[in-house]
T-cell receptor, first 116, second 110 residues
Framework: GAVVSQHPSWVICKSGTSVKIECRSL??????MFWYRQFPKQSLMLMAT?????????EQGVEKDKFLINHASLTLSTLTVTSAHPEDSSFYIC????????????FGDGTRLSIL | GQSLEQPSEVTAVEGAIVQINCTYQ??????LSWYQQHDGGAPTFLSY????GLEETGRFSSFLSRSDSYGYLLLQELQMKDSASYFC???????????FGTGTLLAVQP
């Protein structure tokens, strides 16, 4: 089945640091990638949708200058949390989908980000 | 806007049957999915309903009624390992993105 690899799985860093999370589709071409954020005991909230070679579309309330998304190839998307602060601590999960809006979304294993 | 409502918690005993309901309100609808998420892990796909009716996959079944904007996940012969959070999710919106429900924490007791 389709595999999505997400790295790192866990990161701890100091406040003010920028953190980059990678999401790779290993055996299919991910035309569209999605980034979700999940706080403890809450649901997954969609942050943004990115199509390969295009600017990401951010959900309402998500700061695009804070969460930089790059989707430069059909197998890689990155999320950079810039100048991270403790309130950015969360579980970040990427998801990838092949060509066609009727294709299923495949999820990475998530990245647990802790900002001290 | 879009919203998917689920009960926050459900408790059941091993071997029992439990039903987790989901009511949704979305702009554009392409199907209802169910995901399981164990604590600290990523969501894993359980089932998908694109049309009305019941879909069965082993111990899990999922139902959809589009006219009622309602679906449910039915778990049979509960096992301790079924203790997890369960999310309904809808493909919808202009880009057919997956939006998750509020989530139900299932606790299976011996």
């Amino acid at each position: 089945g389709a595999v999505v690899s997400q790295h790192p799985s866990w990161v701890i860093c100091k406040s003010g640091t920028s953190v980059k999370i990678e999401c790779r589709s290993l055996d299919f071409q991910a035309t569209t990638m999605f980034w979700y954020r999940q706080f403890p005991k809450q649901s997954l909230m969609l942050m943004a949708t990115s199509n390969e070679g295009s600017k990401a579309t951010y959900e309402q309330g998500v700061e695009k200058d804070k969460f930089l998304i790059n989707h430069a190839s059909l197998t890689l998307s990155t999320l950079t949390v810039t100048s991270a602060h403790p309130e950015d601590s969360s579980f970040y999960i990427c998801s990838a989908r092949g060509a066609g809006s009727n294709q299923p979304q495949h999820f990475g294993d998530g990245t647990r980000l802790s900002i001290l | 806007g879009q919203s998917l409502e689920q009960p926050s918690e459900v408790t059941a005993v091993e071997g029992a049957i439990v039903q987790i309901n989901c009511t949704y309100q979305t702009s554009g609808f392409y199907g209802l999915s169910w995901y399981q998420q164990h604590d600290g892990g990523a969501p894993t796909f359980l089932s998908y309903n694109g049309l009305d009716g019941l879909e069965e996959t082993g111990r899990f079944s999922s139902f959809l009624s589009r006219s009622d904007s309602y679906g449910y996940l039915l778990l049979q012969e509960l096992q301790m390992k079924d203790s997890a959070s369960y999310f309904c999710a809808v493909y919808g919106g202009a880009t057919n993105k997956l939006i998750f429900g509020t989530g139900t924490l299932l606790a299976v007791q011996p």
